[in-house]
């Protein structure tokens, strides 16, 4: 709930006395002058129009901070009734802009007052003038509108105040000056911004707390009131308590709370007959003990009021029963309700009807009862025996061995799971739960370390034979996958070539039958009189008919063949050349000869675009020959493009309104030194870097010697260490020498015993180039494929899109609108220009390009064209094939291969030794190599066919060309596109939000509700009202009817109970 507000200094009091249906009459009264009558506010100026007037009033009542029920109640009133209350306030604000009603002026007075620490040396006049001071300023916090309390945190008003109640001496201390500084406090709490300041600062609760050392009962009355209510406030208990350890230390008591029970106790002088006083220590008793952590804990609630107990809080309240005080005796009836409350259920954990907690003797039996015939009791016992060897002289530091044990008990008590403590930690940095979790037994824990270092082992070992075997099967997988489609595509060749093989046979049949008869006829007609030869042949025998899937027919009998006729049949007859010159080239629209371009003209200059003109004799079956820009004229608002792109510089508001890295591996691992007795003929670095791959490997000579022999059937050798192990091939001085001392095998060293090894092998490094060339096939075919493949997509792509076609047309039509001269009048443009589309700059906005243009109205016009690049995805991989290099790759694939056949006859011809499956391993591996070999060969062709068609289709030099150079002209307009339509986006953007916070600024009124709203939802959770509300519910001790009601229905239930022979005092019995 918003604080009341009240009137300032003009006006003493608006009240709104709603009476029935009756609106409210607006009043004032004079605060000097208690004789004036009330009289009708009547404004003096006319009143506005009534949206005008909602408006000012809207204002008016958000200054207010009123709640959403009052704020109701004063929307619903009449047009006049508002206009009234405007006018006042607006006069009271008049009459209050002198400066004592700023915050300046109050903070200032604080600062003075506090440099003054005594009031020895003030007249009573001047300290009645500094209490009215300070009485002004808590009148101010409560009445002012809130840019008033505003301003006063962030001056940072709060800190002088504090400053000012730490500075104090004696005679301030018990003056009315406390009292209302603490008031000051208390009207600033009021408030939700000053309560959320005051709980947020570090020391407020501490310096407030320590304000109860004044003998100023009002002072006392008013700082357990503000501690109380704060306890009320979700996350103010913990505070609350932090603050009296720190009065503890502050006022040197013995324990907590101890000065509290003493005023609760006295009853001479002044604190007689001082209800109030002792009414609001046991309003804060019971807000402490029933509030925080206590509301759901009873371990809790039972540690705080052992405190209390043990201060002899209970004999003080049987005391305090006889001011017959109704208010008080609510709160003793309160505290002691509680209390039987949490005794029965504290007894009912152990199965009593009731604890006499003051029997050590019976609260020993009950533990022990408890404890018996459990695995913990032994460690009760323990407990017991270590408690007797305690040191029990009153001398030394004998209490603060038992301090230390209770606080530790304390701790385990109250300590919730995540460690957290509700009360402040009696020792720091201990936590119970990391604690017991330490306290697991030792010898399980060795048993646990040693079960898991084994099974570890046994894991290790199963991942690497898993590791191995899984190889194994990906290796066999990928060979038989490979097999398949190579079969497949191989029986798909074969029944192809046998029906053209069975076509072609039938064809030589029936040419070999024609070739008779042509014979025979030719014999007869070397006789005289013989038949004439057949029509349709002169000069010749009849050319045989051309055979299907592309076979040529063999050459007529008794000469060479003919010339093959040129592609596209024998070219027609040359005809008369027309008027003017050579004739056009075939599909252009025009020649030179031919009527020129209508391009309309632009009436002012305009900036070029700086495109390459492509010559027209180069236009001859390039896309330019189907593209037409004249039609693009018609769509385009030319007089936009003009005033854009002009040449003349005007400045204006412009908005636009449309890896694979290679791991390396450092081997830092030295091989100690070998024994003297070792023989080592070998280079000692070559022997040393040998001796680490052979570490690596963890494979025996005889097993690495298997494994090549077997062509690695098992997969024990991976690719990498086969290719370290070709720089380890023994080489020809090596061999000799090891020769040399192949008697004294025993006593070489490692890597000499592994050269010796694979030199006795047949063709050992051969062999080993053919094992590694077979294991890098699939990975090396894998890389060429993909690029082979983009290609070809991407050639075919940028053929056939016909998006990306019509975009090429608006910027020729652009182009040939911007540029005069030989610059225009242009059929075509070389694609590279398309990259300097955004060189061209706009004369209204340097930020927008002609890019920038060409894409907001493809967004207008051509809607599709501008999604282009889905037609184009294949575009960005095949910018980075370099044909080059890819023919290099395919050059060493053919190489390898070439090298492998070798082999593979020389291992054929040779008599195989046990053990060796070269011959029948590479044959199996040459058969399918060979066909995916030459499919990516196919692959290769047919992407260079589309590629070489594709760089004439845009009219570039085929030979000069590369892909890479091509397809990255395409890919760089690609992110130059993209990169210039979220630019476009980010502008459009921007220009939303700019009217959109225009609009904002238009709808202040329902902004400043919102902002109301979210300061309400702030509130700390507090949902029953400002702060004087809960401090006025916790001195009456309305906030504790719910559980004095609940209590109440079970009284009845709880006496019963109770045994009356108890040594525990006997339950009060309670009059209500």
């Known amino acids: 709930m918003a604080p009341r507000k009240r009137s300032g200094r003009g006006i003493s009091f608006i009240f709104c006395c709603f009476r029935g249906s009756d609106h409210p009459e607006i009043t004032y009264r004079l605060r000097n002058d208690s004789n004036f009558a009330l009289q009708t506010m009547e404004p003096a100026l006319p009143m506005p129009h009534s949206e005008e007037l909602d408006a000012m009033f809207s204002e008016l009542v958000d200054e207010l901070d009123l709640s959403d029920k009052h704020r109701e109640a004063m929307f619903a009133l009449p047009a006049e009734k508002k206009w009234q209350i405007y006018c006042s306030k607006k006069k009271e604000q008049e009459e209050n802009k002198g400066a004592t009603s700023w915050p300046e002026f109050y903070i200032d007075q604080l600062n003075s007052m506090a440099a003054r620490k005594t009031l020895l040396a003030l007249e009573k006049e001047d300290e009645e003038e500094r209490n009215k001071t300070i009485e002004s300023l808590k009148t101010a916090l409560r009445t002012q509108p809130m840019r008033f309390v505003t301003r006063f945190i962030d001056l940072d008003g709060l800190t002088c105040i504090l400053n000012f109640l730490k500075s104090m001496d004696y005679e301030t201390t018990e003056s009315q000056i406390h009292t209302s500084l603490i008031g000051c406090i208390k009207a600033l709490m009021n408030n ?35 501690m109380g209510a704060v306890c009320l406030v979700p996350g103010g208990h913990k505070k609350i308590l932090e603050a009296m350890l720190h009065y503890q230390k502050f006022a040197c008591e013995r324990t907590r709370f101890q ?41 809790f609630r039972v540690h705080l009021r052992y405190e209390f107990l043990m201060l002899g809080i209970q004999p003080v309240i049987d005391k305090l029963r006889s001011h017959d005080n109704a208010t008080l005796d609510r709160h003793l009836d309160f505290f002691e309700m509680l209390r039987n409350e949490d005794e029965l259920e504290l007894s009912k954990r152990f199965d009593a009807v009731h604890i006499d907690t003051k029997s050590a003797s019976q609260m020993f039996d009950l533990i022990r ?76 824990v060795k048993q646990w370390k040693e079960q898991a270092e084994k099974m570890r082992k046994e894991h290790s ?31 798909e060749k074969l029944e192809k070539e046998a029906c053209e093989h069975k076509q072609a046979k039938q064809q030589v049949s029936e040419l070999s039958t024609r070739l008779h008869d042509l014979s025979t006829r030719a014999s007869f007609s070397s006789i005289p009189g013989g038949p004439p030869p057949p029509p349709g042949a002169p000069g010749g025998p009849l050319p045989p008919p051309p055979l299907p899937c592309g076979i040529p027919p063999p050459p007529p009998l008794g000469g060479m063949p003919p010339p093959p006729p040129p592609p596209g049949g024998p070219p027609p007859p040359p005809g008369p050349p027309p008027l003017g010159g050579a004739p056009p080239p075939p599909g252009a629209p025009l020649g030179p000869a031919m009527k020129r ?20 004799n180069k236009l001859e079956g390039t896309l330019w020959t189907e593209v037409d820009d004249a039609k693009v004229f018609k769509v385009l608002e030319l007089d936009d493009i003009e005033k854009t792109f002009s040449a003349y510089q005007r400045q204006q508001d412009f908005f636009m309104t449309n890896n694979n890295k290679q791991k390396e591996t450092d081997n830092d691992d030295t091989l100690g030194s070998k024994k003297v007795k070792e023989l080592s003929v070998v280079d000692g ?43 380890f091939v023994p080489e020809k001085s090596d061999i000799d020498l090891l020769e040399e001392h192949k008697h004294e095998l025993d006593r070489m060293a490692k890597a000499d015993r592994f050269l010796y090894e694979m030199s006795r092998i047949n063709h050992y490094q051969q062999r080993l180039q053919s094992l590694y060339f077979k294991k890098k096939f699939a990975e090396r075919v894998g890389e060429v494929k993909p690029k082979v493949e983009a290609l070809r997509v991407a050639s075919k792509e940028v053929l056939q899109s016909r998006n990306f076609k019509q975009l090429l047309e608006v910027v020729l039509a652009f182009g040939n609108y911007m540029n005069k001269g030989q610059r225009g009048n242009a059929y075509g443009f070389k694609v590279s220009s398309l990259n300097k589309i955004a060189d061209t700059k706009s004369s209204i906005d340097k930020n927008i390009t002609l890019l920038h243009y060409l894409i907001t109205i493809l ?51 040779k008599s195989s030794q046990s053990g060796d499956k070269f011959v029948s391993v590479v044959s199996q591996f040459i058969t399918v190599a060979s066909f995916s070999f030459s499919d990516v060969e196919d692959s290769l062709t047919e992407a260079k066919e589309l590629f070489y068609r594709a760089v004439k289709h845009f009219g570039e030099d085929a030979n000069k060309m590369q892909p890479d150079e091509f397809f990255g002209i395409f890919d760089q307009f690609l992110q130059s596109f993209s990169e210039a339509k979220q630019e476009n986006e980010n502008m459009r953007r921007r220009k939303e939000e700019e009217e959109r916070r225009v609009r904002m600024e238009a709808q202040l009124k329902e902004q400043r509700e919102k902002e109301r709203k979210s300061r309400k939802a702030k509130e700390n959770g507090e949902e029953d009202g400002e702060f004087d509300d809960l401090v006025s519910a916790l001195r009456s001790g309305e906030v504790f009817d719910k559980d004095l009601s609940k209590m109440k229905r079970n009284r009845k239930r709880i006496n019963s109970q109770v045994t ?9 019995k309670l009059s209500f």
């Open 259 to 299: 000065t509290l029970l003493n005023d609760l106790d006295r009853s001479t002088g002044r604190y007689r007959d001082e209800v109030n006083l002792k009414t609001a220590i046991m309003s804060f008793i019971n807000a402490v003990l029933s509030q925080g952590a206590g509301a759901v804990s009873l371990e």
């Open 597 to 616: 371009k209508n391009i309309p003209q632009p009436s002012n200059p305009l900036k070029s675009f700086n495109w390459a003109k492509l010559p027209e």
């Open 192 to 226: 939700s911004q000053g309560r959320a300041h005051v709980l947020s600062h570090t020391e407020s609760i501490n310096i407030i707390a320590q304000s109860l050392s004044t003998e100023n009962i009002k002072t006392k009355v008013a700082v357990l009131e503000i």
């Open 1060 to 1068: 009356e022979n108890s040594r525990e005092r006997p339950v009060t």
């Open 461 to 491: 070992e199963l991942q690497q034979k898993l590791e191995k075997k899984e190889r194994e099967c990906d290796a066999k997988t990928q060979e038989k996958e490979e097999m398949m489609q190579t079969l497949n595509k191989m029986k």
């Open 369 to 444: 009862k408890k404890m018996n015939h459990t695995e913990a009791y032994p460690h009760f016992i323990s407990v017991l025996h270590h408690c007797l060897q305690m040191p029990h002289k009153r001398s030394g530091n004998t209490m603060q061995y038992w301090l230390l044990l209770d606080r530790i008990v304390q701790q385990i008590v109250l300590q919730n799971d995540k460690g957290h403590d509700p009360d402040v930690a009696p020792l720091e940095n201990f936590n119970v739960k990391n604690v017991v979790r330490m306290l697991v037994n030792e010898n399980e």
């Open 685 to 727: 670095r070559r022997a040393q870097n040998c001796n680490i791959l052979l570490s690596r490997l963890k494979l025996t000579n005889e097993e690495i010697k298997r494994a090549i022999l077997t062509m690695d059937e098992q997969e024990d050798l991976p690719k990498d260490m086969l290719e370290q192990l070709l720089k």
């Open 859 to 909: 967004e207008k016009k051509y809607p599709k064209v501008v999604a282009f690049h889905e037609d184009l995805q294949n575009v960005p991989i095949a910018a980075k094939v370099n044909m080059t290099e890819l023919d290099k790759e395919i050059s060493n694939l053919r190489s390898g291969l070439k090298n492998v056949e070798s082999e593979l006859e020389f291992q054929k011809s």
